[in-house]
Structures are given as structure tokens and as C-alpha cells.
């Protein structure tokens, strides 16, 4: 049996949005809302509210560093408060945190919207990069098949393709993400004589 259930408009009123989805075997009745540290897997599509999560004071807090996996964007989401220079944050230390309260062992974060945007064009791919990174690390209790007649299935046909590639991505990412790594500058011949004429002006003088 699968539970679902969603906080819908909030996000336009500057509010956060969490789903819950519950699975049970047989006719067992479970609630459609993960009690506080009970979660098995947290999938975060912006840290600042994975955080959310995370904290044993906060009123959203489903995570437990028992039992709960972590699969992150780690990508920096500015808010209204940074965006006006009221606040700030670092996407390092909220790492930090979800580690301290998931299972740091089995942790996975990545900038999955930049990936995304670098080989498909578009960060709003990076949902399926985290999934197949999810289950990748074994923290989804559905098989592959499962989730590729899923994706078949709810999303149209026109945008199945780029999809179902980045759940690919997102399987190897998990494996292996310096597959992923943005590549080095290339230094041209104009850098190199730039950067000698610098050194050569500051010890010899012009």
C-alpha cells in the first residue's frame, strides 16, 4: 500500500512544500504523515528546506541519524532574505547538518540544477537526476522497472527522453560522481604570456 500526501500552495506564499509518501505491506494502516525521525529516505530539492527536516527542534523534523538516507540538491537557492542582503547562508554548513542528522554513511549531495543545466540544458531535470540517485543508493523499495514505467506513464511524451537520461545520470552519480565534475579552464598561450609578463613586472619592474 502507498500513502501520499502533499502541502500544496505554499510555495507562491513564500511557504515550504513537503510531500510524504508512505509504503506499507498488506492491509496494515499507516499514517500519511512520516512521525517525527521516522523517515527512511529524505529527498531534498532545495537544502535549505532538506534542513527542515533535519531539525530535532523544528516542527518538520522526519529525519533520524539511525535510520534516515539523505539524497540532496546542494545547489544554493537564494531566498527573498539573501536576495535583499537581510540574510545569508552556506550550502557547506547545511551539509553538515543533514550529515549530523541523517546517516552520514549513506549521504549523497550534489549540485544536481547545475549538472543538470551543463549536459541537458535545463535544471529542471535535476528532480530526476535525484531520483536516480535515490535508488541508486538503495533507498527506494521499488524496482527499476517500477520506476521507469512510472516515469512512462506521468510524464509526457515530449519530455520523457531528457527524463529518463537524467535519472541515468543521477544512477551514476551516485557511484561515481566525479563523472560529473565541471572541467578545468583551458589555459591558452595568451594566459600563459599574461601571467609571465605579471610575474616579470613584479619582480623586475616595468
Known amino acids: 500500500v502507498v500513502r501520499f500526501t502533499n502541502k500544496k ?11 510524504h509518501v508512505s ?33 530535532p527542534h523544528g516542527t518538520c523534523r522526519v529525519a533520524s541519524s539511525q535510520h534516515t538516507t539523505a539524497v540532496v540538491e546542494t545547489g544554493k537557492r537564494e ?3 539573501t ?17 549530523r542528522y541523517s546517516r552520514s554513511d549513506r549521504y549523497f ?6 549538472v543538470s543545466e551543463r549536459f541537458l540544458g535545463n535544471k529542471i531535470y535535476a528532480n530526476s537526476i535525484l531520483l536516480g540517485a ?21 510524464i509526457r511524451s ?3 527522453e531528457p527524463n529518463l537520461k537524467a535519472f541515468e545520470m543521477g544512477r551514476k552519480a551516485a557511484i561515481d560522481p566525479g563523472a560529473f565534475d565541471r572541467p578545468a579552464d583551458a589555459v591558452t598561450y595568451q594566459d600563459v604570456m599574461d601571467d609571465k609578463s605579471t610575474i616579470l613586472r613584479a619582480t623586475r619592474g616595468d
Open 9 to 19: 500552495g505554499l510555495a507562491i506564499r513564500n511557504g515550504a512544500v513537503y510531500s
Open 23 to 55: 509504503f506499507s505491506k498488506g492491509d496494515r494502516v499507516i499514517s500519511q504523515i512520516t512521525p517525527h525521525g521516522h523517515a527512511d529516505l529524505l529527498l531534498g530539492l532545495d537544502i535549505l528546506e532538506a534542513v527542515r527536516g533535519m531539525d
Open 79 to 81: 531566498t527573498i532574505m
Open 83 to 99: 536576495m535583499t542582503g537581510i540574510d545569508d547562508f552556506d550550502t557547506r554548513d547545511l551539509e553538515g547538518w543533514i550529515k
Open 109 to 114: 549531495g550534489m549540485d544536481l540544477s547545475e
Open 134 to 154: 535515490a535508488f541508486q543508493r538503495g533507498a527506494l523499495p521499488v524496482t527499476l522497472d517500477n520506476l521507469r514505467w512510472a516515469m512512462k506513464a506521468n
Open 158 to 160: 515530449s519530455e520523457l
